[in-house]
């Protein structure tokens, strides 16, 4: 039973354009979610992150919208570059509770020049 | 946050014999965490390394099949014993990092490309 979902598996973009990618959980109990970044051959690099008592965080480039009611958040990039190609991880966990880690399958984002 | 450092990057290992990984952290931190990605799935928790007791291991994974050592705050290493085929993944380390200021933002290693063959 797949707690977090990232149900597009890859997402192409065009250089300067918005890339939004998507996730789902299923566990009510989830309080803190985390956007991690991976390219080929390295480990996945923490890129954003945000509590359950906010709706929105934003770095730069990179914001983290979630809604609660949905069990959903969404990785806003403005404006894509091709640096920012790589598989992109949700994860999610419980603070106070277990703090472990629970991911998504990625979603594989390229951002054509 | 820490950095870590994961060894070997990949290796080809023959059914039956065993691969050890190791993770060196550059700080000290409390807790590590052992992650196993098959192809094409998500990032899966096998254990969580503890410095001086036993590793917890997750729902699926045992210490006979993956053994765990944490001898220092800095340093572990997990072993893929009597392997075969079905366990060629990339086996990741994770340590916490930043939580004290509050993100949460767990740092990984390079991870470890292991084909049994």
């Known amino acids: 039973d797949q707690q977090v979902k990232q149900n597009s598996p890859s997402l192409s973009v065009q250089e300067g354009r918005i890339s939004i990618l998507n996730c789902d959980y299923t566990?009510?109990?989830?309080?803190?979610f985390l956007w991690y970044k991976k390219y080929p051959a390295e480990g996945p690099t923490f890129l954003i992150s945000?509590?359950?008592?906010?709706d929105k965080n934003e770095d730069g480039r990179f914001t983290v919208f979630l809604n609660k009611s949905a069990k959903h958040l969404s990785l806003h990039i403005v404006p894509s570059q091709p640096g920012d190609s790589a598989v992109y991880f949700c994860?999610?966990?419980?603070?106070?509770?277990?703090?472990?880690?629970?991911f998504g399958k990625g979603t594989k984002l390229t951002v054509n020049p | 946050s820490a950095v870590i450092s994961q060894k070997p990057s990949r290796d080809i290992c023959q059914r039956g014999t065993s691969l050890t990984i190791q993770c060196q952290v550059d700080?000290?931190?409390?807790?590590m965490f052992w992650y196993r990605q098959q192809p094409g799935q998500s990032l899966t928790l096998i254990a969580t390394?503890?410095?001086?007791?036993?590793?917890?291991?997750e729902s699926g994974f045992v210490i006979d099949k993956f053994p765990i050592s944490r001898p220092n705050l800095t340093f572990s290493t997990l072993t893929v014993s009597n392997m075969s085929p079905e366990d060629s993944s990339i086996y990741l380390c994770?340590?916490?990092?930043?939580?004290?200021?509050?993100?949460?933002?767990?740092?990984f290693g390079s991870g470890t490309r292991l084909t049994v063959v």
């Open positions: 566990n009510s109990m989830f309080d803190y």
């Open positions: 994770s340590a916490e990092g930043g939580r004290e200021l509050a993100n949460y933002g767990y740092t």
């Open positions: 945000i509590s359950s008592i906010k």
């Open positions: 700080s000290q931190v409390t807790m």
């Open positions: 390394a503890n410095q001086g007791s036993e590793a917890t291991y």
């Open positions: 994860a999610a966990l419980e603070r106070g509770g277990s703090e472990k880690l629970v």
